[in-house]
């Protein structure tokens, strides 16, 4: 099998009260392993593009076999989408980040209160399922941007460094129809050393491609 599902870094009861247990029981095990088996199953009469990276498939989305691109494009990003959910929230971490990322957000949105403000908008207003993400774009700089269903800013070149899941099965046992309150209370349990790693590593990238 080419992808397996990964473990959670931290107990299901981890991010409590922000994120319930049964609500990361069901996303974990049930949506997020659904998408890495049907993930493999497409890609089962493929060999070649099962030694592929997850990022390599989506990046490459417009140029993979016809029959396969939309399984890739769906359960591939789900399961690239939810990897780096899990791992951009922990429990007990920073309320803010610092060093080159903090000068980033400030650069780009003038402080940390209107880069919430704006990327809280972008979460709330996406339009059915789908993601909120701060993304670094080709200048090593900072946007945000929101994608349907389990689309993914790799699919267009870009590194996400921070997703905010706002599909209904991610808040819906705790917040119902609540989604401004569900991402307000989701900053409770972000990652910012892990925001932080991966925007350097985006950023290192894109100064070296310039």
Not at 172 to 196: C, E, F, G, I, M
Request: with cysteine.
């Amino acid at each position: 099998m080419a992808f397996t599902l990964p473990p959670l870094p931290y107990d299901y009861k981890a991010l409590e009260p922000t994120i319930d247990e049964q609500t990361m029981r069901i996303h974990h095990d049930k949506h997020h392993a659904a998408y890495v088996n049907n993930l493999n199953a497409a890609l089962e009469p493929y060999p070649d593009l099962q030694k592929k990276s997850i990022e390599e498939l989506l990046a490459t989305i417009d140029s993979l076999p016809e029959p396969v691109r939309k399984p890739v494009r769906n359960n591939g990003g789900g399961h690239a989408n939810h990897t780096m959910f899990w791992e951009m929230m922990a429990p007990g971490g920073a309320k803010e980040p610092t060093g080159a990322l903090a000068e980033a957000i400030k650069k780009a949105f003038g402080d940390f209160g209107a880069f919430k403000e704006k990327f809280n908008k972008a979460c709330v207003g996406r339009f059915g399922s789908g993601w909120g993400w701060l993304v670094v774009d080709r200048s090593g700089g900072l946007t945000i941007e929101d994608t349907p269903n389990q689309d993914t800013p790799l699919m267009g070149g870009r590194m996400p460094v921070l997703g905010c899941d706002v599909w209904e099965h991610a808040y819906y046992l705790k917040y119902q129809n609540r989604r401004p309150d569900y991402v307000a209370a989701w900053w409770n349990v972000v990652n910012w050393t892990d925001v932080s790693r991966r925007f350097e590593k985006a950023r290192g990238r894109e100064m070296a491609q310039r």
